[in-house]
């Protein structure tokens, strides 16, 4: 169940581990991480690494949006991939359309995809080393 006192809200500072910091820092603290962003949870990522929690046997860690440096940690960031390139398309699809006064779909929906990497798991599970 989420705890309404852990979601964190505001703005945190790219890549620096703020957020996980208060989050990790509380009496018990949380079992997984969604971080807004893979940026955001790369901070995440590095914060945990610093401090010696293991990712993902004491904290599983998830981002959003699968930027490339994602899957370039250890263990790799589990994402949530965005239709980057689809959204870009439609966007100047839509912004051509506005401009030239023509009709355009007002309700556009993209179906993200779930990346999972080594970052999320049970937590205390024991992993092979091959995982």
Not at 21 to 26: A, E, F, N, P, T
Not at 52 to 71: K, R, T, W
């Amino acid at each position: 169940s989420i705890q309404e006192s852990l979601p964190v809200s505001g703005r945190p500072r790219a890549g620096t581990g703020v957020s996980a910091r208060g989050l990790l820092s509380q009496p018990v603290p949380p079992t997984a991480i969604v971080a807004m962003s893979d940026i955001v949870a790369l901070g995440a990522h590095s914060f945990c690494g610093d401090r010696g929690i293991h990712i993902p046997n004491q904290v599983s860690l998830a981002g959003f949006d699968d930027i490339p440096e994602s899957a370039l940690v250890t263990p790799a960031l589990s994402t949530v991939s965005q239709a980057g390139l689809e959204k870009g398309k439609k966007a100047g699809e839509i912004l051509c359309s506005l401009i030239h006064k023509r009709a355009f779909e007002a309700h556009v929906v993209f179906e993200p995809q779930l990346v999972i990497r080594g970052s999320t798991g049970v937590v205390g599970a024991v992993r092979s080393s091959g995982s």
